[in-house]
């Protein structure tokens, strides 16, 4: 970075306040640091600074001094600088505000440059229209809180519309603008310092000999002559140039009072978004700073600046700026040095022409930057950094270098400055010697006393390459070596080039003595006056023009409060609430596009003062209650808003509200909020309030004149619920049938009423939702009670066949995998006759093994009907206009019958045609899905159970009239025959098999409840059942099988008919979809424990599959983890002994199934019964605690804590849930009993047993709570063993409910997550009907209730396997044809 890149930056680092889009804006450039404090001020106020005097010579010929056109200032000569006060500001007299205007012997003083210049009112552009001066209220903005600040040119109009970008075009405002300390800031960094420099000849005489004769084999003698007063005065790059000694650079600075602006260059660009303040206006204020009243209106508080970036040409400022020719010539050579830095291929023609210093004769010069007051007369130029002739980066690299390694007997500081110093003065000084003794001589780099003064480093050889010096060789005679010397540039006045080099040898010097200035050098020929108060002062910005805070505040210190204040064009260390207000107010009059941003951070600093306890002024109060009051709205309200309005990811609209949103949508929008509105019977009102506000703020944030034009309609005609009520002269229980009646008459009576009635009517409409009001609006005609058409894009429900609604729950589950559902719609409209025609190998047959045996060509058969079914029913679901689709009822009893159980029904009655069949060989896996299970071959995976005979009919003890009145009533009687194949095991096949065995709602698993933990002696047989009546269904569909069974039916079926038999296919079943999706591998582990005889080997272990994980449902207060936590490590009874079974999962399904047994036996009545107890769980279980690969240590703290917190619920069952408890009323009961009696005596109930009774209570409640909160705390410690534990994830996609309070009835319905579209909204399937819920009525609490859920299916987070919906659209073909 350059010096000119540096100065920009530190000018720059707090930029103009920010564009439209940010909330806040400006950066904060003060920090922890402060600027330097202001220097001491005279009597007198200002500073010391270079006075110009008409030379005691005639003025030197301009044609001799190079290119520089101006004349330079002279010195005083003799007496000191005289303090002299800062000049007024006089716009009659356009008199410049800096101390080179003083001057009377130049030509760029006497103003006859400004006389013809091209630039004046008459030729300026924006200077030709007054549009911006007819908007502004000479008399001021009455309102109250205004008039204590001074502030003119708002226009009320202006202010009112501000959204609307014709009133904004019509104004033609210049956009943001900053107040004076900021402005002060952005010319220069606040924290380095300008001087204005006073150059004195030095009083050394020249050396006649060394003037004439050449040294050191150097050029010949001349005519020494030394610099004089003018070559002094040119050695200051420009009169308005000051000295800044961070950057060791100049900065052109020059403020003035002058109705006429300087010349802009021809390269600027007016952005037509922030055109120039009206020059009409500021002719009417020589400054904003002053006493006296301003004769056009109320005076402003101070100056509001506004930034025009490379504006102004330095070749037309009066004195004109340009540079010398060896500053272009270094220029040109920095260039240079750059391109071929540059990549090439990055590299344009662009970058090459872009430089204006590029040619000699080019047409424009430095580019400087323009600040120009709105109000005023007063504008302010600057330029970026002017380098001095030696880059800070060589000098800081020198004095570094110098620093880090003095000379020997030299101190680090006395290294510095002996190196600089060297320079300019004492016997060899390199430059005083050169230009006031004509020394010639070349520099010996290699004797001994150059390095101890100067060095020889590769930055000393830049520093002498910059300066002009060339680097020789010569032979040394005494020694023979090689002599390395500096050779001195020419710097003979006569030559154009020793000119130039005398020049840059000035500015060296002048440059160089400054530096030295800061190490107290006593004899120093340049004076350094420090020039902060004069430009403060010029600007406005002064501490007695605009006072500072004498220690910084808490509210000021606060970061928003900070980036508030420089959004307004503040700085902090000048905040007060009068110039706060000034400040918004001037941003909303220059920049109302932005009056939301200002306004916000307004409202930021005033709610930042009532944050930190203290009381905002009164002023302030009341200009926030005004602009409130005219709807002014902060980021935060515009946010709320949009929120409000359903837009954003979380809203109901799912839509982003952004440019491309068009206004219709969002004026529907708006009106869909204001219906929701009204059909809140509670806080409607309010809402519909909120509503109106918040299209408002999104109709002016978009500057949309439609969508306000829509919201002032509806204030002036707003009509809701109850106004329509009221127009209508009826109550609002008012049914429909009566309303439109209503209507008709009042229209009849009224025509001239009839369209105000009509918006009554469909007002109503809109907040009762009513589909048959509007179609009567519509019309004209009363449709009767009739269902709005079924949208498109819901789910169809399945019409019941007659107790069928866990098949219905089944099939639609089905339909929602995708996966499976992709599989199987390509095989609707299966031809029958096709399929029975079909025959199949023994060899074809022994290729697959499904269940874990051989299948037949009759279960190949049936198998492929039932898809083609199903096919058929999947096409209707994603095809069919209908509310509901009815199942066939060869799908029914497909799906309900299992194949062994249709060949029983035909073996009864008579026997079956079996050519089809083949011996089907059962192989040594474990038995099959429909298979018994027998005891002793079932060793893993089962925990003790009572072997009670077959499963329970859950309807035995039900009348048969009874049951038809339940199915009338939509409940489900289920029916189970006693059958020899029903397995008592959990759903876990063999790691070759398949099979998945019962748990669900079946009395074959109700026996889980049976825990070996409790009493392990002989149980009583069960009594003899009594033989059960055939229910209606079994009757219809044959034996039934519950849900579970159902499913391994449907899974089992849909496995056989996707096999293919061709010779390309692998018997392997690896590919299976059902075991792709559905399965997984667990490990099971059973040791028998310590104190149990061992038969054998004490350790089995053993792979299986599973499709499903069962949770067994008893004690309260469990959640999901808990309920597995228990399957994953138990108590099983193994040959006779007590054994521990642990169970690892090896790999996860994507599909995992949790079940819930709800159906557990009573040992006392021998009854089963139904659990309602409530399991939570929640959107996502993280399963890496059950994995096999799960850290042991976690495992091992966290059975111990599980250990300690099974204890802790039994013992809080015990106190609340056993057989006598709860002991509390009884306790209480009791007592009350016992004191209220008086026909007994009772000596015994003394005051002691009174109150032991009492404290019995006591202490069974405080052990109550104990245990609780014991609870409490080993849950949250358990899953803290796990919380980092989550690279598992499942999410909950589907939910089985079955309602009804015992396990023989009930009705059966399913939830299912609408994914992956709106993964937080669900659809209710029951039966036909199919509606949307929220996520909260799926995870309700369902404790007291019947509706309990009793299969859990979650996804892996990221397979998308689900697909909740999937319907045929129409609209979709349309697009696509057009």
């Known amino acids: 970075?350059?010096?000119?890149?540096?100065?920009?930056?530190?000018?720059?680092?707090?930029?103009?306040?920010?564009?439209?889009?940010?909330?806040?804006?400006?950066?904060?450039?003060?920090?922890?640091?402060?600027?330097?404090?202001?220097?001491?001020?005279?009597?007198?106020?200002?500073?010391?600074?270079?006075?110009?005097?008409?030379?005691?010579?005639?003025?030197?010929?301009?044609?001799?001094?190079?290119?520089?056109?101006?004349?330079?200032?002279?010195?005083?000569?003799?007496?000191?600088?005289?303090?002299?006060?800062?000049?007024?500001?006089?716009?009659?007299?356009?008199?410049?505000?800096?101390?080179?205007?003083?001057?009377?012997?130049?030509?760029?003083?006497?103003?006859?440059?400004?006389?013809?210049?091209?630039?004046?009112?008459?030729?300026?552009?924006?200077?030709?229209?007054?549009?911006?001066?007819?908007?502004?209220?000479?008399?001021?903005?009455?309102?109250?809180?205004?008039?204590?600040?001074?502030?003119?040119?708002?226009?009320?109009?202006?202010?009112?519309?501000?959204?609307?970008a014709s009133v904004r075009e019509r104004c033609k405002r210049p956009g943001p603008g900053v107040l004076p300390p900021y402005l002060a800031e952005m010319l220069h960094n606040p924290e380095h310092s300008l001087f204005s420099v006073s150059v004195t000849p030095p009083g050394i005489k020249p050396d006649v000999k060394?003037?004439?004769?050449?040294?050191?084999?150097?050029?010949?003698?001349?005519?020494?002559?030394?610099?004089?007063?003018?070559?002094?005065?040119?050695?200051?790059?420009?009169?308005?140039?000051?000295?800044?000694?961070?950057?060791?650079?100049?900065?052109?600075?020059?403020?003035?009072?002058s109705t006429i602006l300087p010349?802009?260059?021809?390269?600027?660009?007016?952005?037509?978004?922030?055109?120039?303040?009206?020059?009409?206006?500021?002719?009417?204020?020589?400054?904003?700073?002053?006493?006296?009243?301003?004769?056009?209106?109320?005076?402003?508080?101070?100056?509001?600046?506004?930034?025009?970036?490379?504006?102004?040409?330095?070749?037309?400022?009066?004195?004109?700026?340009?540079?010398?020719?060896?500053?272009?010539?270094?220029?040109?050579?920095?260039?240079?040095?750059?391109?071929?830095?540059?990549?090439?291929?990055?590299?344009?023609?662009?970058?090459?022409?872009?430089?204006?210093?590029?040619?000699?004769?080019?047409?424009?010069?430095?580019?400087?930057?323009?600040?120009?007051?709105?109000?005023?007369?007063?504008?302010?130029?600057?330029?970026?950094?002017?380098?001095?002739?030696?880059?800070?980066?060589?000098?800081?690299?020198?004095?570094?270098?110098?620093?880090?390694?003095?000379?020997?007997?030299?101190?680090?500081?006395?290294?510095?400055?002996?190196?600089?110093?060297?320079?300019?003065q004492g016997y060899f000084s390199v430059v005083e010697n050169k230009l006031w003794k004509g020394e010639n001589r070349s520099l010996?780099?290699?004797?001994?006393?150059?390095?101890?003064?100067?060095?020889?480093?590769?930055?000393?050889?830049?520093?002498?390459?910059?300066?002009?010096?060339?680097?020789?060789?010569?032979?040394?005679?005494?020694?023979?070596?090689?002599?390395?010397?500096?050779?001195?540039?020419?710097?003979?006045?006569?030559?154009?080039?020793?000119?130039?080099?005398?020049?840059?040898?000035?500015?060296?010097?002048?440059?160089?003595?400054?530096?030295?200035?800061?190490?107290?050098?006593?004899?120093?020929?340049?004076?350094?006056?420090?020039?902060?108060?004069?430009?403060?002062?010029?600007?406005?910005?002064?501490?007695?023009?605009?006072?500072?805070?004498?220690?910084?505040?808490?509210?000021?210190?606060?970061?928003?409060?900070?980036?508030?204040?420089?959004?307004?064009?503040?700085?902090?260390?000048?905040?007060?609430?009068?110039?706060?207000?000034?400040?918004?107010?001037?941003?909303?009059?220059?920049?109302?596009?932005?009056?939301?941003?200002?306004?916000?951070?307004?409202?930021?600093?005033?709610?930042?003062?009532?944050?930190?306890?203290?009381?905002?002024?009164?002023?302030?109060?009341?200009?926030?209650?005004?602009?409130?009051?005219?709807?002014?709205?902060?980021?935060?309200?515009?946010?709320?808003?949009i929120s409000i309005l359903g837009f954003g990811k979380d809203g109901p609209l799912r839509v982003e509200l952004d440019a491309d949103v068009d206004d219709d949508f969002i004026a529907e929008a708006w009106k869909d909020c204001v219906r929701r509105a009204w059909r809140d019977p509670k806080d409607g009102v309010q809402r519909q309030r909120d509503a109106n506000d918040a299209f408002r703020i999104v109709a002016e944030s978009r500057g949309s004149t439609k969508l306000r034009k829509m919201w002032e309609d509806s204030s002036k005609n707003a009509m809701d619920p109850n106004r329509a009520y009221t127009v209508l002269e009826v109550p609002d229980e008012t049914d429909e049938s009566m309303l439109m009646t209503v209507y008709m008459v009042r229209v009849e009576e009224q025509p001239h009423q009839s369209d105000r009635m009509r918006d009554a009517l469909a007002t109503i409409a809109e907040a009762r939702d009513s589909y048959r009001i509007r179609k009567f609006l519509e019309t004209g005609q009363d449709p009767g009670d009739m269902l709005p058409p079924t949208r498109i894009d819901l789910p169809r429900g399945l019409n019941q066949l007659g107790n069928t609604c866990y098949l219905n729950s089944l099939l639609q589950y089905f339909y929602t995998i995708k996966e499976l559902r992709d599989a199987i719609t390509p095989l609707a409209n299966a031809n029958v006759k096709s399929l029975e025609d079909e025959k199949y190998s023994d060899d074809d047959l022994k290729k697959h093994r499904v269940g874990g045996r051989l299948i037949t060509r009759r279960e190949i058969l049936r198998s492929r009907k039932f898809i083609g079914q199903l096919a058929d029913l999947f096409w209707q679901l994603e095809y069919c206009d209908s509310v509901a689709v009815t199942p066939t009822m060869d799908l029914a009893k497909l799906a309900l019958v299992t194949p062994r159980d249709e060949e029983d029904d035909e073996a009864d009655k008579g026997g079956t045609d079996s050519s089809n069949d083949t011996d089907a060989t059962l192989v040594e896996d474990p038995p099959s899905r429909l298979a018994k299970s027998d005891s002793s071959n079932s060793v893993l995976g089962?925990?003790?159970?009572?072997?009670?005979?077959?499963?329970?009919?859950?309807?035995?003890?039900?009348?048969?009239?009874?049951?038809?009145?339940?199915?009338?009533?939509?409940?489900?009687?289920?029916?189970?025959?006693?059958?020899?194949?029903?397995?008592?095991?959990?759903?876990?096949?063999?790691?070759?098999?398949?099979?998945?065995?019962?748990?669900?709602?079946?009395?074959?698993?109700?026996?889980?409840?049976?825990?070996?933990s409790g009493d392990t002696s002989k149980k009583p047989p069960l009594p003899a059942r009594k033989p059960t009546a055939n229910s209606e269904s079994v009757m219809l569909f044959g034996k039934q099988h519950d849900v579970a069974e159902c499913m391994d039916n449907c899974m089992f079926q849909i496995e056989i008919a996707l096999l293919k038999f061709d010779d390309l296919s692998d018997a392997d079943d690896k590919g299976s979809i059902v075991k792709r999706l559905f399965y997984g591998k667990l490990r099971q582990r059973i040791s028998v424990l310590p104190d149990q005889p061992r038969s054998r080997s004490s350790v089995h272990e053993k792979q299986d599959l599973f499709s499903h994980l069962p949770v067994n449902v008893i004690d309260s207060g469990i959640d999901i983890y808990d309920g597995l936590s228990s399957y994953f490590d138990d108590t099983v009874e193994f040959e006779g002994s007590k054994a521990r079974m642990e169970v690892s999962l090896v790999e996860l399904p994507p599909l995992l199934q949790i079940q819930l047994q709800r159906v557990q036996f009573n040992r006392e009545t021998l009854q089963p019964y139904k659990s309602q107890v409530y399991v939570r769980f929640g959107e996502t279980i993280y399963m890496d605690r059950f994995l096999d690969t799960a850290d042991p240590l976690k495992k091992a703290k966290s059975k111990s804590i599980q250990a300690v917190l099974n204890s802790y619920r039994e013992r809080l069952r015990l106190l609340t849930e056993d057989k006598h408890a709860p002991f509390g009323p009884p306790l209480e009961n009791t007592l009350n009993f016992l004191s209220k009696q008086q026909c007994f005596a009772l000596p015994q109930l003394d005051d002691a047993l009174v109150a032991q009774l009492n404290d019995e209570q006591a202490v069974l409640s405080s052990e109550i709570e104990e245990v609780k909160a014991e609870i409490a705390k080993l849950k949250e410690e358990l899953e803290g063993v796990w919380k980092d534990d989550r690279a598992f994830p499942y999410e909950l996609t589907s939910v089985f409910i079955h309602r009804g309070s015992t396990p023989s009835f009930g009705h059966y319905f399913f939830y299912s997550r609408h994914l992956p579209e709106k993964p937080d909204n669900w659809f209710k399937y029951n039966d036909s009907v199919v509606t949307e819920v929220s996520k909260d009525v799926v995870l309700a609490d369902t404790t007291g209730s019947t509706e309990n859920p009793y299969l859990l299916v979650f996804a892996r987070k990221g397979s998308n396997v689900v697909q909740t919906v999937k319907r045929f659209d129409a609209m979709s073909l349309e697009d696509a044809t057009l």
Request: net charge negative; with cysteine.
């Open 942 to 1012: 089962k925990r003790c159970r009572d072997d009670r005979g077959g499963p329970m009919e859950v309807d035995e003890d039900i009348p048969e009239t009874s049951a038809l009145d339940a199915e009338n009533n939509g409940y489900v009687m289920v029916s189970h025959p006693p059958s020899p194949r029903r397995s008592k095991s959990p759903r876990i096949a063999s790691a070759g098999s398949s099979s998945s065995q019962d748990v669900t709602l079946t009395l074959a698993d109700r026996t889980e409840a049976v825990q070996t």
């Open 210 to 257: 060394s003037a004439s004769t050449s040294r050191d084999g150097g050029e010949a003698g001349f005519n020494f002559d030394p610099p004089s007063k003018d070559d002094l005065i040119h050695a200051v790059p420009h009169p308005n140039a000051y000295y800044c000694r961070k950057h060791n650079g100049w900065v052109l600075l020059q403020w003035k009072s």
């Open 444 to 641: 010996p780099v290699h004797r001994k006393v150059f390095h101890q003064k100067i060095g020889w480093t590769s930055t000393v050889r830049h520093v002498f390459d910059r300066l002009g010096f060339v680097l020789s060789e010569t032979e040394n005679t005494h020694t023979g070596a090689m002599d390395q010397t500096m050779m001195p540039p020419n710097t003979d006045p006569v030559t154009p080039q020793g000119k130039d080099n005398r020049r840059k040898f000035l500015r060296f010097w002048v440059e160089t003595t400054n530096a030295l200035k800061q190490y107290n050098l006593q004899e120093v020929w340049v004076k350094m006056d420090s020039v902060r108060e004069m430009y403060q002062m010029g600007i406005g910005a002064h501490a007695n023009q605009i006072p500072r805070l004498s220690s910084p505040s808490t509210l000021v210190e606060f970061e928003p409060v900070q980036r508030a204040l420089r959004a307004l064009g503040m700085t902090v260390t000048t905040y007060s609430p009068e110039l706060l207000m000034f400040a918004y107010m001037a941003q909303c009059r220059c920049d109302p596009a932005q009056t939301p941003t200002y306004f916000t951070h307004f409202f930021t600093v005033v709610q930042a003062i009532q944050e930190f306890g203290e009381i905002p002024p009164q002023d302030l109060q009341n200009l926030v209650f005004e602009e409130r009051s005219r709807n002014r709205y902060t980021e935060d309200d515009l946010r709320n808003a």
């Open 1 to 164: 970075m350059d010096n000119n890149d540096t100065n920009k930056a530190s000018r720059r680092s707090t930029p103009p306040p920010p564009p439209s889009d940010g909330v806040t804006g400006g950066a904060n450039v003060l920090g922890s640091s402060s600027p330097p404090p202001l220097p001491s001020r005279p009597k007198n106020l200002g500073s010391s600074y270079t006075k110009v005097v008409r030379p005691s010579t005639p003025p030197p010929d301009y044609s001799t001094l190079g290119n520089s056109p101006f004349r330079e200032p002279q010195l005083v000569e003799g007496a000191p600088t005289v303090e002299d006060p800062v000049p007024a500001l006089t716009p009659a007299a356009e008199t410049t505000l800096n101390s080179w205007a003083n001057g009377t012997g130049s030509d760029w003083n006497t103003g006859k440059a400004w006389a013809n210049d091209p630039w004046n009112p008459q030729s300026t552009s924006w200077d030709a229209g007054a549009t911006w001066a007819q908007h502004y209220d000479a008399g001021g903005y009455t309102v109250s809180a205004s008039k204590v600040v001074d502030i003119d040119g708002r226009d009320l109009q202006e202010e009112e519309n501000w959204w609307d």
């Open 263 to 424: 010349p802009l260059a021809k390269s600027f660009v007016p952005d037509p978004n922030a055109p120039f303040p009206d020059l009409t206006h500021r002719k009417r204020t020589g400054s904003c700073v002053g006493d006296t009243e301003q004769p056009f209106g109320p005076a402003n508080k101070t100056h509001h600046f506004h930034y025009y970036e490379k504006a102004v040409d330095a070749h037309k400022l009066d004195p004109a700026f340009r540079r010398a020719g060896w500053e272009r010539a270094d220029l040109k050579k920095d260039r240079r040095r750059k391109i071929t830095s540059l990549n090439l291929v990055e590299f344009s023609v662009d970058q090459v022409v872009e430089d204006p210093m590029a040619e000699d004769d080019e047409e424009e010069g430095d580019l400087l930057d323009l600040y120009v007051c709105c109000q005023c007369s007063v504008y302010c130029i600057v330029s970026d950094v002017i380098p001095g002739v030696i880059p800070t980066k060589f000098l800081e690299e020198y004095t570094r270098d110098r620093w880090d390694s003095p000379p020997p007997n030299r101190n680090r500081e006395e290294s510095v400055v002996s190196g600089l110093e060297t320079f300019l």
